[in-house]
């Protein structure tokens, strides 16, 4: 049988494929409100579907997926049922107790696709454990490898969360999933420009989507469609792909 999932093979099977391999994929992603049309698993599921279709594309010899982590940081949307969030401690030591198992069975690089940009903080931290602790270097993909064409495709300033960029992605996935007649009218506001996603000169700061946005909707989804979808995911899963042949041959 061949797969690429972890979670499928048997220990013997296991010790065989992370003998041959020196890269693993974690996806994480989150559990939270997308807004009255976009499921509460959006995050996850897109981080483990982009994992899954990247790996089929790998030529020569294919990294495993670990399980999806189905949760996240999510404070901000807490505002807003359905939502579970685990703290930026629990997420950092997850992933660093995940990196040093891998790391005690020869793993040495550990790319996580990131599907929740909520995420990143913690695991930016455990990059810098894990390397320091124990010589495991964490790659983390949070989007970047699909910036050029979201910039090119998006027309929306400020499209970070169940907006034009997320309502098409879902759409070319799971059409099904999307709650059409709930699609809202985008009504955000932010205290000061310097705030602003888009913003050149943006600053950090700690947000609530609630205080932003009574829909929890950042961006707009009236201006979403299937097909900007379609060419994000084609574009992502090549770029993905690429981007583990090039980890799988680097020395660390
Ligand atoms: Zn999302």
Redesign the pocket.
């Known amino acids: 049988m061949e797969t690429n999932l972890l979670g499928e093979l048997t220990s013997p099977e296991a010790e065989e494929r992370l003998r041959r391999t020196g890269l693993a994929i974690l996806p994480v992603g989150?559990l939270?409100q997308?807004g009255p049309h976009?499921p509460l698993d959006?995050?996850s599921w897109?981080a483990y579907h982009l994992s899954q279709e990247a790996v089929r594309l790998v030529k020569g010899e294919k990294p495993l997926i670990l399980p999806p982590i189905p949760y996240g940081v999510s404070y901000h949307h807490m505002g807003f049922a359905g939502t579970i969030s685990i703290s930026p401690p629990t997420l950092y030591n997850l992933i660093c107790e995940i990196g040093e198992s891998l790391r005690a069975q020869g793993i040495k690089k550990l790319l996580v696709v990131n599907?929740?940009?909520g995420n990143e903080p913690a695991l930016r931290a455990a990059a810098q454990s894990l390397k320091q602790k124990v010589g495991l270097v964490l790659f983390i993909e949070s989007g970047g490898l699909v910036a050029p064409l979201r910039e090119k495709l998006i027309t929306t300033r400020n499209d970070v969360?169940?907006g034009e960029y997320?309502t098409s992605t879902t759409l070319a996935n799971r059409e099904e999933m999307v709650r059409r007649e709930k699609i809202p009218q985008p009504e955000v506001k932010y205290p000061s420009p310097y705030l602003e996603f888009s913003s050149p000169q943006r600053v950090s700061w700690g947000f609530d989507v609630g205080e932003l946005s009574p829909q929890g909707v950042l961006g707009d989804p009236t201006k979403a469609s299937k097909e900007k979808g379609e060419e994000l995911w084609l574009s992502m899963i090549k770029a993905l792909a690429d981007l583990i042949e090039q980890l799988s041959s680097i020395e660390v």
């Open positions: 989150s939270e997308h976009l959006t995050d897109d599907g929740h940009g969360h169940a997320e």
